[in-house]
T-cell receptor
Framework: GDSVTQMEGPVTLSEEAFLTINCTYT??????LFWYVQYPGEGLQLLLK?????DKGSNKGFEATYRKETTSFHLEKGSVQVSDSAVYFC???????????????FGKGTKLSVKP | ETGVTQTPRHLVMGMTNKKSLKCEQH?????MYWYKQSAKKPLELMFV???????ENNSVPSRFSPECPNSSHLFLHLHTLQPEDSALYLC?????????????FGQGTRLTVV
């Protein structure tokens, strides 16, 4: 079945460091891909998404490119801030679910801690 | 209020209790979802409702019983739970079907079964 694999955390970085969180997927057809972020004590917030190959999602300085050839959707940010400390989840929505973007398969999450 | 609201935020219940979790969305969406977030496990989709009809039940034990009286409200009725059911339960909504929107999540209910 469909699945998402993302790098295990935790990841600890200094402020202004470069961030990469790897995410790869297995899916039939052409899924939509998402990055969600969860701040302490909160629910999930959509960070960015891409719905077709070669699309780049971006938001708040974060970027991820839908790479069909490598089945990847790696999250990057050029300069992290303390306020970026959170858990980041990679997810996919399969077209087998009738196009609904709420039927999501998640990775296990990567906890990011940014130190001043 | 806007977005997806879940109540209560925290719940402690005994194994013989019956309780309900409530979710309300103010986004005009037609699909609603229950997810379970346990420590060290990926988020798991439990139930899906489209236009008030349950369209997915991911082999969830019958001690969890969902109810969707209209497109804006979703409940999760709980009875005779086990300690391993302790988790964060997240509700989400989206505009379902092809061409719909991404999912918007509530803040979750932290459930502890004692």
């Amino acid at each position: 079945g469909d699945s998402v694999t993302q790098m295990e955390g935790p990841v600890t970085l200094s402020e202004e460091a470069f961030l990469t969180i790897n995410c790869t997927y297995t899916a039939t057809g052409y899924p939509s891909l998402f990055w969600y972020v969860q701040y302490p004590g909160e629910g999930l917030q959509l960070l960015l998404k891409a719905t077709k190959a070669d699309d780049k999602g971006s938001n708040k300085g974060f970027e991820a490119t839908y790479r069909k050839e490598t089945t990847s959707f790696h999250l990057e940010k050029g300069s992290v801030q303390v306020s970026d400390s959170a858990v980041y989840f990679c997810a996919l929505s399969s077209p087998n679910y009738g196009g609904s973007q709420g039927n999501l398969i998640f990775g296990k999450g990567t906890k990011l801690s940014v130190k001043p | 209020e806007t977005g997806v609201t879940q109540t209560p935020r925290h719940l402690v219940m005994g194994m013989t209790n019956k309780k309900s979790l409530k979710c309300e969305q103010h986004l005009g969406h037609n699909a609603m979802y229950w997810y379970k977030q346990s420590a060290k496990k990926p988020l798991e989709l439990m139930f899906v409702y489209n236009f008030k009809e349950q369209t997915e039940n991911n082999s969830v034990p019958s001690r969890f019983s969902p109810e969707c009286p209209n497109s804006s409200h979703l409940f999760l009725h709980l009875h005779t739970l086990q300690p391993e059911d302790s988790a964060l339960y997240l509700c989400a909504s989206s505009q379902g079907r092809q061409g719909g929107t991404e999912a918007f999540f509530g803040q979750g209910t932290r459930l502890t079964v004692v």
